[in-house]
């Protein structure tokens, strides 16, 4: 069983790890497409969906489809070490740890040790929305920020002419409106008028992605799960799964 993979840039894999931070462990698959992950949070209201294709890195080489059993705080750690021109090499050791290692001015290896976590596999959720707006990842970042410090909930509303998220508590609210002109916004596709309300605290984890990405595809109907899709290096993504709040 042979497996090595080669970023010329190491903050490539660590600006996606630190972006993980829904999933304690996570079982990556490595095989000749690339590496690629779908797992559930510990709670099962949310999902992450990653792929990141051979082609991504300088070197790929996958003898067979192989199950990365990983602590992330751990693989975090790593990755914290690393320099800002740091090449970063991943390796199979044996069955059982995972060898990673930074070049620049020295070479440090690390070694992980891999975590059978089962072969629980799970089918990526097919969701016809209504509402696809692509826009800059700081603006939805900025916005969730914005909405935090009001209450535990945003609610997401968009009609022809931009998008509206905003949140209320029984002393205060915001509202943040973007027209769908403005420069903040790549693409606009509403199809249909769509409300729903989404968890700021897991929506909170999922804009750390900007690390990964600059901009993000937000994706949802009326009452129907979210899904924020982060495009990253060489074709791949990063893309989150949250359903709705049911309101009574």
């Not at 996606?16 to 079982?27: F, G, R």
């Not at 003898?63 to 602590?71: C, K, P």
């Not at 027209?179 to 984890?205: C, G, H, P, Q």
Request: hydrophobic share 45%.
């Amino acid at each position: 069983m042979a497996l090595r993979m080669v970023l010329a840039d190491a903050k490539i894999w660590k600006n996606i790890i630190e972006s993980l931070t829904l999933l304690d462990e996570a079982n990556f698959i490595a095989s000749e497409r690339g590496i690629e992950l779908r797992a559930m949070d510990h709670s099962r209201v949310a999902m992450v969906d990653f792929f990141l294709p051979a082609n991504a890195f300088e070197e790929y080489e996958c003898s067979e489809v192989t199950r990365l059993g990983i602590n992330l705080d751990e693989m975090i750690q790593i990755m914290r070490r690393s320099g800002p021109s740091d090449e970063l090499i991943m390796e199979l050791e044996g069955t059982a740890k995972l060898v990673m290692t930074f070049k620049g001015q020295n070479v440090r290896s690390f070694g992980i040790s891999l975590l059978d976590l089962g072969e629980s596999d799970y089918p990526a959720p097919a969701i016809d929305s209504k509402s696809k707006i692509k826009l800059t990842a700081d603006a939805l970042q900025q916005a969730v920020k914005d909405a935090e410090i009001i209450g535990d909930h945003i609610r997401i509303v968009t009609d022809e002419n931009g998008l509206t998220l905003s949140a209320s508590s029984e002393t205060k609210d915001v509202k943040i409106y973007i027209e769908k002109d403005s420069d903040v916004i790549a693409e606009f596709n509403v199809r249909e008028e769509s409300s729903a309300m989404y968890s700021l605290s897991y929506l909170t984890e999922m804009t750390k992605a900007i690390k990964a990405s600059e901009l993000v595809m937000l994706a949802f109907s009326a009452s129907m799960p979210i899904q924020l899709e982060f495009p990253i290096v060489a074709g791949g993504k990063l893309t989150y799964y949250l359903a709705p709040r049911i309101e009574t």
